[in-house]
């Protein structure tokens, strides 16, 4: 079964899919340290699912980014596919 057909994915498998995070482990280090939020809620928990609408905002190298996730991946690929995950909503 693939990300698509569920209609969910883990926030951080989603977050290293979207390249915003180079691997798992520090996107999952990332929410840990509260510096995630999907939908306005704090989220420490790198399992929280997220789905095609939410909203993530994600505080990290030195900038904060208000995204709308459009797509949950199957895969880390290019960064030309990552941008296709989600759309930019303030920065």
Known sequence: MSAGDSG???????LHHARLFRTRTLAADAIGAGGIRV???????????VRGGDTV????HGRVRVLRVLLLGERRGPASEAALLYEEIES
């Open 8 to 14: 969910a994915i883990r926030l951080d498998r989603w």
């Open 39 to 49: 939908n306005g809620q704090p989220c420490r928990k790198p399992a929280q699912v």
């Open 57 to 60: 905002t994600v505080s990290a």
